[in-house]
């Protein structure tokens, strides 16, 4: 492990970590305990202090109330963040727990938990403090499910969520640096043995690692993997969005990008101009209209790659004037192909079985 793995991040370094939120009026920073969020916060405290003016700072510790010493540590994140003169929340995520799928659930409940403590405080942003070693398992994680390229693209530095911006400053920052400057400030950190557990994938990917490192899969070289990954997927969105204002040109409607706010009844595509074109710009075009206009997405890749294919079989077929050579339904969504035109738009709502 190179030695800058191992040295204490400096308050100028935070500067550069943190300064693309300067100009924000509040940000909520993700505090559960641990090294890493502790860290994060720490250094954002002693980063707001240099500047003259900065974003107010709320740190939200979100207790899922699945171990018991959950409170307890909740209460050490609040005492050290009014140390740090920090003001402190903890929400808790209460109701039924799932029996299965807790890590997915739990990390869905908290986002949803801190995107609302967001809103309500007047933040645009909540800070996580996710590190390289975190998108290396995410990367090993997706690629063992067999995601395609933008699930391989692992976590970006920024994303969007209900209406509150989700951003990662620590993605080019190994665990080992921060834990180094928690142990210079002589503070201390919750440890969460459920990180260990290898009941839970992500322990298990973590070991899968540290076997990778001794012929060079280390965390490094795969979230330089992960960056390559997003670099070539951001490439590929905007041949969508050529390929989809190529389509808009030789049909009545076309699926806009994702980040458009456009209001779509159905997406309607000239059948030989999309068979025209390669696989990849294909399925990211199903996939944009699909979980645009369908009610229950996000549309699987996997679905999305078999519906592709019948499409692909059903466009081999002579064209009826007034049957579909193609019906079908996916996450919510109502894809036909009727003469020369492959059309999506909203599914019917299902029929509830009659008791």
């Known amino acids: 492990m190179p030695e800058d793995d191992k040295s204490p991040i400096s308050v100028r ?27 994060l916060m ?97 990367l090993l994680m997706r690629l063992v499910r067999g995601s395609g390229i933008t699930g391989l693209a692992a976590m970006a530095r920024q994303t969007e969520l209900e209406g509150v911006l989700i951003a990662r400053p620590f993605l080019d920052i190994s665990k080992s640096q921060l834990i180094a400057t928690l142990e210079r400030a002589k503070i201390g950190f919750a440890d969460d043995p459920t990180n260990r557990d290898i009941h839970f994938t992500r322990p298990r990917i973590r070991n899968v690692i540290h076997g990778l490192a001794a012929e060079g899969g280390d965390a ?62 294909r399925l990211r075009l199903l996939l944009r209209a699909i979980d645009r206009l369908g009610h229950e997405g996000p549309a699987e890749l996997g679905k999305v790659e078999a519906l592709l294919a019948a499409l692909d079989g059903a466009l081999q077929k002579p064209a009826a004037k007034h049957s579909p050579r193609l019906k079908q339904t996916l996450a919510g969504a109502l894809i036909s192909l009727v003469g020369d035109r492959i059309v999506i738009a909203p599914a019917p709502p299902r029929r509830r079985p009659v008791s």
Not at 21 to 35: C, E, T, Y
Request: net charge positive; proline share 4%; glycine share 8%.
């Open 13 to 39: 370094q935070a500067k550069g970590l943190f300064a693309d939120w300067k100009g924000a009026p509040a940000l909520v920073l993700a505090v559960s305990g641990g090294p890493d969020s502790i860290a």
């Open 42 to 138: 720490w250094l954002m405290a002693r980063w707001r202090e240099a500047l003259s003016r900065g974003p107010r700072l709320l740190a939200v510790t979100i207790d899922h109330g699945l171990r018991a010493e959950s409170a307890r540590e909740a209460r050490d994140v609040k005492r050290l963040a009014g140390a740090l003169g920090v003001p402190h929340r903890t929400v808790r995520w209460t109701g039924a727990k799932p029996k299965s799928g807790v890590p997915a659930a739990a990390r869905a409940a908290r986002y949803r938990l801190l995107a609302t403590v967001a809103r309500q405080s007047g933040a645009s942003h909540v800070l996580t403090a996710h590190t390289r070693d975190d998108q290396a398992e995410t």
């Open 220 to 281: 490094r070289n795969l979230a330089r993997l992960a960056s390559r990954l997003a670099r070539a997927n951001a490439a590929i969105e905007i041949l969508v969005d050529g390929a989809a204002r190529y389509l808009a040109l030789r049909g009545r409607a076309a699926v806009s990008s994702p980040a458009s706010g456009a209001m779509l009844r159905n997406a309607t595509f000239d059948a030989a101009a999309f068979a025209a074109l390669p696989e990849e710009i």
